[in-house]
């Protein structure tokens, strides 16, 4: 049940000119594509369709470590309908590897598979079927080689090298070429802060690897075309990126490699690496046909890159009145066999380390592993949510030692705006961390246990078990549990970070319509609503086209880091207000004789006139273009950041913080270790609310996966095979709608006056406290510690 609230206290400083055209900024703007979706009619990029499509099929590896001794394919080769099989030494280019930040990944294997799923092989057919025939017939004999798996195999002085030669490995000041990247942060003196703690307490804890589980699998269509080129219709988050990766393994040129963005069904990181866009291109290119790639969810288990698990070690310190004097930690992530995003999510797992509090002491180390396990990279959080579920443990542990309520002892120890990070870096916005615990701890608790009065008449789906009728009640522990957390917004640590937007402006049968063309990949997150909204605010219009996503735009970046509303929402914000600017321009010359208005007012566009800002009507835009068609393409950059120091960890690193609370009230079963979470309550600020509708479905949204992690969500991988376990969704289980509990949300709107608008980046931010919060409920209501996610019965019922 979606509840909000929205506040914005008095006084509260916004840069946001108000303006009343119709389905602008501000206003609950209905999706264009939310009827198509929720009655199936929408189309996702594996709804494609061409006329002599061949479909292409991807042969990977059965084992994680190995030497590919020899591939036989002439069976393969020989099947009926079969028309390419490749392998590694068919790929037309000298460059035959990928990455997004090192290239380290290759197309194909070669001569030696390092982790399970690896693609090995392409085949392209007249069938998926006989594809998949073909596939099982090509004959791969393996060497097993030793595997790699944790920490301890991976830094021993004896490990095989996930990559041998690596040229990159002091990068992050790097001890071992198992290591991806390291990231110390150090300020202030740990050794002589900890002499004045009164308490100190520490924790070791374990997060398991969850899977963006987006419900749409990797999909695509490459056609060749003419010129040699290929045109790619994909479901991705970078179209960009993926261009400046596909190009080089095919040998082309960028501009011969058209991408145009087709339906995507749910990403959450897991579209920000390469899947089958390389794959496709290649079968299509050898073959002259188009080439159709589609996952079956098996396969999406082993096409994309998961959430790192990690290890953290931490320690804190506090004085009997309650404030934190230091904190130390150590964070071990694995990034599995390639790199993907795994140096960045270093750099915001450390960054982000110390949480949304003052602590002026801290020593902080964070590495990521290169082992045999499934590649690890972007998903919702991005380091930041592993770094919450330790610290606000931490928090935790902490006020129960000092006798303290849990909500009291952070927000004494809360940051503001003026905070200094553990990096040196002044958090130069609002920062309401104590507001928004007070929110949420002041918010009505749901009904005590409504089955105890129900009797045998109690709705099982509202107990621990639910639909499988395992209590009435008996056994039934209420908990209570809260966290907070602090996520950044936007590309980090120097990163040239922009967005384009193209936007034109003409008359068309008597009324003015904006064109919005820009390259940003539209995942579920509503973008595509707030471009129109915008382009109506800024030029005063009713009728907004969007523009096909694709690469004949410059980059919008990634659709990641809750940042595309900031960036290329400011993107098209800048085109419009420039395309103002030239309606003005044209309006002077043509009417500027007739009203001195045009001259010395200021000039708004509203609903399809020129107004002064008294309201007084100029004249209209189709009169002031008649013809003439107005068409601006504009870069948008947000400013700098720097690098962190590799030693110490200083720097201006980030753009801008966003943050979230939660409180989680859960019931247990404490027989048979199960849970039902009855409500996760959240307030967070958000600067300015673009569509409050899409706002509150964010927020609900992030919450609702940082509960799977919280109770359901984990990757199995077998520690003596690093093989996967439970690569579908019989087997890895996600939130249904009967496992999802009553999400209030309760807004604030605290502009950041460096943002567009004053808007704060807000997709991620509630995936980060929703976790621990359910964590913090559950060890409430049964008293047990719970250092590892996510929670399942036998660590309740003491059966592990």
Not at 77 to 90: E, F, R
Not at 322 to 337: E, F, N, P, Q, S
Not at 710 to 718: K, R, T
Not at 732 to 758: K, S
Request: proline share 6%.
């Amino acid at each position: 049940m979606a509840q909000n609230t929205r506040t914005a206290p008095a006084g509260t400083p916004t840069n946001v000119t108000q303006k009343h055209n119709q389905g602008g900024i501000g206003e609950s703007t209905l999706r264009p594509d939310g009827t198509l979706k929720v009655t199936g009619e929408f189309a996702y990029s594996s709804d494609m369709w061409h006329e002599d499509m061949l479909w292409g099929q991807t042969l990977r590896s059965t084992v994680a470590h190995a030497e590919i001794v020899s591939i036989d394919v002439s069976e393969a080769l020989a099947t009926s309908g079969v028309y390419a099989v490749l392998t590694y030494d068919d790929l037309p280019a000298e460059m035959k590897n990928y990455g997004l930040e090192i290239q380290d990944t290759p197309v194909l294997a070669n001569g030696r598979v390092r982790h399970h799923g690896e693609p090995v092989a392409l085949i392209a057919a007249d069938h998926p079927e006989t594809a998949r025939r073909a596939a099982a017939k090509v004959k791969i004999d393996y060497r097993e080689l030793p595997l790699v798996t944790d920490e301890a195999s991976a830094l021993a002085a004896d490990a095989p090298l996930i990559h041998e030669g690596r040229d990159d490995h002091h990068i992050g000041h790097v001890p071992h070429p198992n290591i991806v990247h390291r990231q110390p942060i150090i300020r202030g003196d740990v050794a002589e802060a900890r002499k004045r703690a009164d308490v100190i307490v520490e924790g070791e804890y374990v997060f398991g690897m969850q899977d963006q589980a987006f419900l749409g699998p990797e999909s695509g269509l490459a056609v060749p075309a003419e010129d040699g080129g290929v045109d790619l219709y994909v479901a991705t988050q970078w179209l960009h990126s993926d261009l400046k990766q596909i190009a080089p393994v095919l040998g082309l040129p960028e501009e011969k490699v058209r991408m145009t963005l087709s339906g995507v069904g749910g990403a959450f990181g897991g579209r920000e690496d390469i899947s089958m866009q390389i794959h496709a291109c290649l079968l299509a290119l050898r073959t002259g046909k188009p080439v159709k790639i589609v996952y079956n969810r098996f396969e999406s288990f082993f096409g994309h890159v998961h959430r790192h698990p990690a290890k953290l070690w931490y320690e804190h310190g506090a004085t009997k009145d309650g404030k934190i004097t230091h904190m130390k930690c150590r964070i071990v992530l694995d990034g599995g066999a390639y790199a993907s995003a795994s140096p960045a999510v270093v750099g915001n797992a450390s960054s982000l380390s110390v949480g949304p509090y003052v602590i002026d002491d801290v020593d902080i180390e964070a590495i990521a592993l290169y082992t045999n396990n499934p590649p690890c990279g972007a998903m919702r959080g991005f380091g930041a949510v592993q770094a919450c579920f330790a610290y606000e443990a931490q928090m935790d542990k902490l006020a129960a030692r000092l006798d303290m309520d849990p909500v009291e002892f952070r927000q004494l120890n809360a940051m503001e705006q003026g905070t200094i990070m553990p990096t040196g870096q002044v958090v130069d916005s609002p920062a309401p961390v104590a507001e928004l615990l007070r929110r949420v701890k002041a918010r009505p608790m749901p009904p005590e246990r409504q089955w105890e009065t129900a009797g045998e008449g109690a709705d099982v789906r509202a107990l621990p078990g639910g639909l499988s009728n395992t209590t009435h009640g008996e056994g039934v522990v209420r908990g209570v549990g809260y966290a907070v957390g602090i996520k950044n917004v936007g590309f980090s640590e120097g990163f040239d970070d922009y967005s384009t937007a193209r936007v034109s402006l003409e008359v068309i049968n008597g009324e003015p319509v904006a064109m919005v063309h820009t390259a940003m990949a539209e995942v579920g997150q509503g973008g595509v609503t707030v471009h129109a909204q915008i382009a109506r605010t800024e030029l005063g219009v009713t009728q907004v086209t969007i523009h096909p996503a694709d690469t004949q735009v410059g980059s919008a970046g990634s659709t990641s880091a809750s940042r595309q509303t900031y960036m290329t929402g400011g993107a098209v914000k800048n085109t419009c207000e420039a395309v103002r600017e030239r309606v003005l321009e044209i309006g002077r010359r043509k009417f500027g004789s007739y009203h001195p208005a045009w001259a010395t007012a200021e000039l708004l566009l509203e609903s399809g006139k020129v107004v002064t800002d008294g309201g007084e009507v100029l004249a209209s835009l189709a009169d002031v273009l008649e013809d003439e068609t107005i068409d601006i393409e504009l870069e948008f950059r947000h400013r700098p950041t720097q690098a962190f120091d590799l030693v110490t960890g200083q720097g201006d690193g980030h753009v801008q913080y966003t943050f979230a609370a939660h409180r989680a009230v859960v019931e247990v079963d404490t027989e048979l270790g199960l849970v039902k979470v009855i409500e996760l309550a959240t307030a967070q600020d958000v600067g300015k609310a673009l569509n409050m509708l899409s706002v509150v479905g964010q927020i609900q949204g992030g919450t609702t996966q940082g509960l799977g992690v919280a109770v359901m969500e984990e990757i199995i991988v077998d520690p003596k095979t690093a093989k996967v376990r439970n690569p579908s969704f019989t087997d890895y289980l996600i939130p249904t709608i009967l496992d999802t509990p009553t999400i209030p949300v309760d807004v604030l709107e605290l502009a950041d006056p460096n943002a567009p608008y004053g808007l704060r980046g807000l997709g991620e931010a509630p995936t980060l406290s929703s976790t621990p919060a359910v964590l913090a409920a559950i060890r409430q209501a049964t008293g047990l510690e719970l250092n590892k996610t996510p929670v399942r019965p036998e660590a309740l019922t003491g059966t592990l």
